[in-house]
């Protein structure tokens, strides 16, 4: 199975690449329990949002992960919502 790419929001890096390139912090692990696999995909999404503004990520933070977890099918979204716990 080939390793799927590396998301934006998944990069801890905090060295930019350039000058120009705003310093970006990197998005809090999620504090709790996940669900199991199996669940409303809704659930998992309102679980992540809730948790990573309780964490403090930044609107743009919040936005990047909702657009990448939804923009696959439902085991993407939830590897990438297994990947904040």
């Known amino acids: 199975m080939p390793t799927p790419p ?3 929001w998944m990069t801890t890096s905090s060295n930019p690449t ?10 809090p692990t999620l504090p709790g329990s996940p669900y199991p ?3 409303n995909a809704v659930a998992y999404i309102g679980q992540v949002q809730q948790g990573l503004r309780k964490a403090g990520a930044t609107d743009g933070q919040v936005e990047a ?3 990448d977890m939804m923009s696959g099918d439902y085991d993407h979204l939830y590897d990438a ?3 904040l716990f």
Do not use: F, L, N
């Open 37 to 39: 696999k199996g669940e």
């Open 81 to 83: 919502y297994r990947r």
């Open 6 to 8: 590396t998301r934006s």
């Open 18 to 27: 350039s000058a120009s390139e705003p310093r970006q912090a990197p998005i």
């Open 65 to 67: 992960v909702m657009d």
